[in-house]
């Protein structure tokens, strides 16, 4: 029984929430923070999804907002 459970638990990624507190077009990495466990992450992107998220973070400035991503420290990947 515990090894369908480690199973199930490996399939389902558990991720922290982090901010986004800075976006490096120049070489595809967003830079994440998380103020309560004080921690920093940058993490590597595709063309794309930089350009999606570069978007995002302009909209959220201009509204005086915080953008979050679900970071997968474990793996190191953004989840959702």
Do not use: C, T, W
């Not at 992450?41 to 570069?54: C, G, L, N, P, Q």
């Not at 915080?66 to 989840?79: P, T």
Request: charged residues 30%.
């Amino acid at each position: 029984m515990l090894e369908i459970e480690n199973e199930m638990e490996n399939d389902y990624s558990v991720g922290e929430l982090f901010m986004i507190e800075e976006i490096d077009a120049e070489s595809n990495k967003l830079i994440l923070a998380n103020y309560v466990f004080n921690k920093r992450k940058e993490v590597s992107v595709s063309d794309e999804r930089i350009a999606f998220y570069a978007q995002q973070f302009d909209q959220a400035v201009e509204n005086n907002l915080f953008l979050f991503v679900e970071y997968d420290e474990r793996r190191g990947v953004i989840v959702g």
